[in-house]
């Protein structure tokens, strides 16, 4: 049974930092793309950050300079640290696998930015 479970949201004011991970399970991790989305109330999901097998990673140029996606294979989790937190950031940051056609997401975490 494969499982993305994510942990590391919560309420954090603007200029603060979070630490999401995301533990997977039931999947050869090392061979998949994993990535982090984020869903706003009333906006589409959008990809934040993004790593592959091999370690490259991209950002949306929004959070560019902020956000810093790395992955730890031995314990098949990926992370995300987020560093000066703005309003807009506030959303349910979901988790994704990607390899070939097996397509895996996590349940989502809230990450609140609010004074």
């Known amino acids: 049974q494969v499982q993305l479970v994510e942990s590391g949201g919560g309420l954090v004011q603007p200029g603060g930092s979070l630490r999401l991970s995301c533990a997977a399970s039931g999947i050869i991790f090392s061979r998949y793309f994993m990535g982090w989305y984020r869903q706003a109330p009333g906006k589409r999901r959008e990809l934040v950050a993004g790593?592959?097998?091999?370690?490259?990673?991209n950002y949306a140029d929004s959070v560019k300079g902020r956000f810093t996606i790395s992955r730890d294979n031995a314990v098949n989790k990926v992370y995300l640290q987020m560093n000066s937190l703005k309003l807009e950031d506030t959303a349910v940051y979901y988790c994704?696998?990607?390899?070939?056609?097996?397509?895996?997401w996590g349940q989502g975490t809230q990450v609140t930015v609010s004074s």
């Open positions: 790593i592959t097998s091999s370690g490259s990673a």
């Open positions: 994704r696998g990607l390899s070939g056609t097996y397509d895996y």
